[in-house]
């Protein structure tokens, strides 16, 4: 039904899903980062996207979205609330959850704001270097108006700064909804 759906969302708005690498499919666990997050409809493209490939994704949000009245939606969808105000080691929760998941796709947007950001955040570098899994490249180009995965990439022993240095070619401010927010200095 999710597939369906996430057709539906891309047809009615006039989105493809295109898929550079298909690797990813031999993959169980991954983690997913969502570059350019500029806008809100980021999650929806995102959303669309990983609903057509069947992705059993999580990720984390405010958990204002899923202790509300109506947080049984946001549940539904894959989130897991976390309180912001404490201080919490989210990239040690991240991997216990993908450490007792047989399949899972965990989302990050490492820019961590829709605004302009100085740098990208480092827990998804952490969390894959802690569970040897390998990175997936996951865009929304508003330009071509598409929505993917482009490469899978893994840490091995690469530094932060090597890493990014391989991803950035992939993205520009270009595919952003808003590419005043995209900054191409990742670190």
Same mark, same amino acid.
């Given at each position: 039904?999710?597939?369906?759906?996430? !057709?539906?969302?891309?047809?009615?708005?006039?989105?493809?899903?295109?898929?550079?690498?298909?690797?990813?499919?031999?993959?169980?666990?991954?983690?997913?980062?969502?570059?350019?997050?500029?806008?809100?409809?980021?999650?929806?493209?995102?959303?669309?996207?990983?609903?057509?490939?069947?992705?059993?994704? !999580?990720?984390?949000?405010?958990?204002?979205?899923?202790?509300?009245?109506?947080?049984?939606?946001?549940?539904?969808?894959?989130?897991?609330?976390?309180?912001?105000?404490?201080?919490?080691?989210?990239?040690?929760?991240?991997?216990?959850?993908?450490?007792?998941?047989?399949?899972?796709?965990?989302?990050?947007?490492?820019?961590?704001?829709?605004?302009?950001?100085?740098?990208?955040?480092?827990?998804?570098?952490?969390?894959?270097?802690?569970?040897?899994?390998?990175?997936?490249?996951?865009?929304?180009?508003?330009?071509? !108006?598409?929505?993917?995965?482009?490469?899978?990439?893994?840490?091995?022993?690469?530094?932060?700064?090597?890493?990014?240095?391989?991803?950035?070619?992939?993205?520009?401010?270009?595919?952003? !909804?808003?590419?005043?927010?995209?900054?191409?200095?990742?670190?």
């Amino acid at each position: 039904m999710k597939r369906i759906l996430g !057709k539906i969302m891309l047809g009615v708005t006039g989105w493809k899903l295109v898929v550079h690498d298909e690797s990813f499919k031999q993959e169980k666990k991954s983690i997913l980062i969502c570059v350019p997050h500029t806008s809100n409809w980021d999650f929806y493209y995102s959303l669309a996207c990983f609903w057509i490939l069947g992705m059993p994704f !999580k990720m984390f949000i405010k958990d204002y979205y899923t202790k509300s009245w109506f947080g049984f939606f946001f549940k539904a969808l894959g989130c897991i609330g976390v309180d912001r105000t404490k201080s919490q080691n989210l990239v040690e929760y991240a991997v216990q959850i993908i450490n007792e998941s047989d399949t899972i796709a965990l989302i990050n947007t490492p820019e961590g704001t829709r605004s302009y950001s100085e740098k990208w955040k480092q827990g998804f570098y952490h969390i894959a270097r802690q569970t040897d899994i390998p990175i997936a490249l996951c865009y929304a180009d508003y330009k071509k !108006k598409q929505c993917g995965i482009m490469k899978l990439v893994k840490v091995e022993d690469k530094s932060f700064e090597e890493l990014l240095d391989e991803i950035a070619p992939y993205y520009n401010a270009e595919m952003a !909804k808003y590419p005043e927010n995209y900054n191409p200095k990742l670190y």
